[in-house]
């Protein structure tokens, strides 16, 4: 059994929402991403989002695109990315990876060699944004040969596209809670409620929201209505904010530590 | 060779829709919107009425005497896409996505731009239409290009500068991109070249066509022959299309692209995708990309804001993979040297994109006979260029990236 489909079953039974903090790999660098890792298990996200830093973050607003261009400074690598979920395994973390990268830099390392990779490396799913149904046959074929769960997007604006797109989703159905590119925001689409409802009736799958959920009370809300709740550019800015200490040897773990605080307050 | 695209958008294995899935019923929508409309008689004549009658088309098809002299080899003619009302080829798209947009029931248009030619031009569309217009433009462009800025403001758009990544062309594509996502339901934008997701490269082809096939008919009306080459520059491929499309299927006329290879290709600052890039997807078609081993987009250079572009247009891939045509890299020096021949045989101050083409005649035109012609598409007028040409001859290097 996939672990994404262990945890979700598992919340279920408890009655609960995962919460699924994105953070930029590589930013500020690979070790401290390991670090943040173990951090937000312990704090008690139930799966993680590994974001693969790319030049051209097109689905992205201001916040993930810095960090991806502080991160591309490394520089960082695909390769990389998912290298760091394996050492985060290894230190004992045992939520569920996802990764979510462009499609470009997984077509340059090629797909079989990238299949081999991700599965060997311990990788549960894998989402990539720019690239919609009509475009992701050989990716899904792929995928499922090597019991890597190809998780999609939906939005708002799918409408008659939903049925499609959630009869092919593998693991969880992610909602994109509004117009627009990730980054925080005050404000849903309106007509949350029903999408994600409409999201709920075609399919038997978990379904999880994402993009401008950034506090305690947007996540409480969102609970409601979904399985899931993913939280990025939210966390993303908490990294960006602890990068002074993190810099520095002697406030390394405050940094850490202060990431930490904001993900907890954000567990329901 | 076979019509394309498919009905996936394929030019063989290029194209595509690589975007968001929020943005994939708006793609649809514009599909359909578009089929209708290119078939609908009175669309057709709006288009062409507006092509006409506030354009000027068609544009001549000039027998450039002193310089095909200068050069002493193939007769030289250029198709002088540089008298279009704006100065340049990028009004022919937005007359016609301007119309659409129209028709479609969309009150705001947005827009990127490189060099400015296209936000301009897209701005026009938008005063002419009575349409909102804000155009995307990289922080880099606003200050190469300052005179353009100016005309965008003076025709009503607002002029958004990016500063994200390069804060050039490519950044002002994303950001235009990730702009519509977020105002997909009253927005219609208006991509400039043939690159991006399905339907635009199909789209814009088919909207400047119109410049090979006025070319074809003046040149065997006037020739009565066709050419032997049709050379033209590209950045994204728009006007380079648009002179191709109509020859492609004449297997006789053999189709040169320029692009800019900035200081060199054997330099890292260049926007030589075709020699030096990779297949590879990027803004939402998968063509030839500037990129590292990673698959990270690298930047590019070229003296020409236009052509300062790491992706192609995937026709443009299909065509170099299938053989058709050929691309070969002009330098910044080469095109400015270009500019100032052309200035001086034939009082046309060339656009700098364009430059590069001529820069290629230059080389191409003294090897052949005199009874071969070559057909150029000077695709836009050198005013923009002037203060960047100033300080660049007076040896005083514009800031470039």
Known sequence: ?268 | MNKVPDGNGRFGKFGGRYVPETLMNALFELEEAYKHYSNDPKFQEEVRYLLSKYSGRPTSLYYAERLTQHLGGAKILLKREDLNHTGAHKINNTIGQGVLAKRMGKKKIIAETGAGQHGVASATIAALLGMECKVFMGEEDTKRQQLNVFRMQLLGAEVVPVLSGTRTLKDACNETLRYWVSHVDDTYYILGSVTGPHPYPMMVRDFQRIIGDEAREQILREEGRLPDYVVAAVGGGSNAIGIFYPFVGDESVKLVGVEAAGRGIDTLEHAATMTLGRHGVFQGSLSYVLQDDAGQVQPAHSISAGLDYPGIGPEHAYLKDSGRAEYVPVTDAEALEALQLLSRTEGIIPALESAHAIAQVMKLAPTLPPDQTIVVSLSGRGDKDVEAIMSYLGGQKHESH
Do not use: W
């Open chain 1, 1 to 268: 059994m996939n672990r994404i489909d262990e945890v979700f079953h598992k919340l279920k039974s408890e009655g609960r929402t995962a919460l699924i903090p994105f953070i930029t790999t590589g930013d500020p660098d690979l070790k401290t991403t390991v670090d943040i890792i173990i951090e937000l298990e312990r704090s008690g996200a139930d799966m993680v989002e590994l974001g693969v830093p790319y030049s051209d973050p097109l689905a992205d607003g201001p916040v993930i695109q810095q960090a991806s261009e502080r991160a591309l400074r490394g520089p960082v690598t695909l390769e990389a990315c998912v290298e760091v979920a394996a050492q985060a395994a290894a230190a004992g973390v045992k939520m569920p990876f996802i990764l979510f990268s462009y499609f470009n830099p997984i077509l340059q390392y090629g797909l079989e060699r990238f299949f081999t990779l991700i599965h060997e490396k311990g990788i549960s799913g894998l989402i990539i944004p720019d690239l919609p149904i009509e475009e992701d046959g050989e990716v899904r074929e792929m995928a499922a040969e090597a019991g890597i769960h190809l998780i999609p997007l939906v939005a708002p604006t799918s409408k008659a596209r939903v049925q499609r797109i959630a009869a092919l989703a593998q693991g969880f159905v992610y909602c994109v809670s509004s117009l627009g590119v990730t980054g925080m925001r005050s404000e849903f689409h309106s007509g949350i409620e029903e999408f994600l409802q409409s999201v709920r009736e075609a399919t038997p799958l978990p379904i999880a929201v994402g993009f401008g959920i950034s506090s305690r009370d947007q996540v409480e809300r969102m609970s409601k209505h979904a399985d899931g709740v993913i939280v990025g550019s939210a966390i993303v800015r908490q990294v960006e904010e602890a990068l002074p200490l993190l810099l520095k040897e002697d406030t390394y773990r405050d940094g850490i530590s202060q990431i930490g605080r904001f993900v907890a307050s954000l567990r329901i």
